[in-house]
């Protein structure tokens, strides 16, 4: 493993290296990091701070992961970050902890995170996911598997993203964008299904046209989202994954779902 530590790494005492850890010239790697087997750290790369990366993630130039919480509320302790396998940070990318002692930012396995992108305090982070250039994350945000963020978009606060859904470049979204759909604009609004994400991730043409359905009565049939979240749940296809999903993503929905673009 030494041949694979650049001699200017900074590799502070109590951090601990899986095996086959890559780490390149000037990068750090701070006391209560721990990293998984087979990650790379660029040179000039950084993770600190309560920081758990796993397996075969690779850090570029000048990210900064498990950086402190910017949160004004924060009052000392040690809130962390807990990262799962897989992952691909890009140049200039910062991943903060959480900001109360014992609580962690969460991020899943298999994300891409382009250059300039930033996931703050207390977010929770799933698997599969793509985020462009300078996508920005604001705390507590959820971001559910299989999502797209396009380049420049802005995600407010407590905001929530469900799975296969996507939000167009400069976008800022406010609401809660739920699964399956495309969000563009600045407020975000509802446009169209998201049927590319869908189809590259083996949804079968039953269930594009279930989708399709959810997003009549949601955003095309004229009713008020009371009245349309009761037609889901009243449907025939109510059992059905697409639906079931959509419905427990609205009734858990505290900002509102993000309205139609029409």
């Known amino acids: 493993m030494p041949d694979k530590i650049h001699p200017t790494a900074i590799i502070e005492p109590g951090?601990?290296?899986?095996?086959?850890?890559?780490?390149?010239?000037?990068?750090?790697?701070?006391?209560?990091?721990?990293?998984?087997s087979g990650t790379r750290l660029h040179h000039h790369a950084s993770v600190e701070g309560n920081t758990t990366l796993g397996a075969q993630c690779e850090v570029f130039p000048y990210a900064c992961i498990g950086g402190k919480t910017q949160d004004l509320k924060f009052k000392g302790g040690?809130?962390?970050?807990?990262?799962?396998?897989?992952?691909?940070?890009?140049?200039?990318?910062?991943?903060?902890?959480?900001?109360?002692?014992?609580?962690?930012?969460?991020?899943?396995?298999?994300?891409?995170?382009?250059?300039?992108?930033?996931?703050?305090?207390?977010?929770?982070?799933?698997?599969?996911?793509?985020?462009?250039?300078?996508?920005?994350v604001a705390g507590h945000v959820t971001i559910e598997?299989?999502?797209?963020?396009?380049?420049?978009a802005?995600?407010?606060?407590?905001?929530?993203?469900?799975?296969?859904?996507?939000?167009?470049?400069?976008?800022k979204l406010v609401h809660d964008l739920p699964p399956f759909f495309i969000a563009d604009g600045t407020p975000a609004k509802v446009r169209a299904i998201n049927q590319v994400g869908l189809e590259r991730n083996g949804h079968t043409p039953e269930?594009?046209?279930?989708?399709?359905?959810?997003?009549?009565?949601?955003?095309?049939?004229?009713?008020n989202r009371s009245q349309a979240l009761e037609r889901l749940a009243a449907h025939e296809l109510a059992a059905s994954e697409e639906f079931r999903r959509m419905l427990s993503f609205a009734q858990a929905s505290e900002r509102g779902l993000a309205p139609s673009g029409r």
């Open 145 to 152: 598997d299989h999502v797209v963020i396009g380049g420049n």
């Open 154 to 171: 802005g995600i407010h606060q407590f905001c929530r993203i469900g799975a296969y859904a996507m939000l167009s470049a400069t976008a």
């Open 78 to 136: 040690s809130p962390g970050l807990r990262i799962g396998d897989r992952n691909i940070f890009r140049e200039y990318v910062t991943i903060h902890c959480a900001t109360n002692d014992g609580d962690f930012t969460r991020v899943g396995s298999g994300n891409v995170l382009l250059a300039s992108c930033h996931i703050a305090h207390d977010c929770v982070i799933g698997n599969h996911i793509v985020m462009s250039n300078s996508a920005l």
């Open 15 to 36: 951090a601990q290296l899986g095996d086959d850890v890559e780490i390149g010239a000037y990068a750090f790697v701070g006391a209560g990091v721990t990293l998984g």
């Open 207 to 223: 269930q594009l046209d279930r989708v399709k359905q959810i997003h009549r009565i949601l955003y095309r049939d004229g009713l």
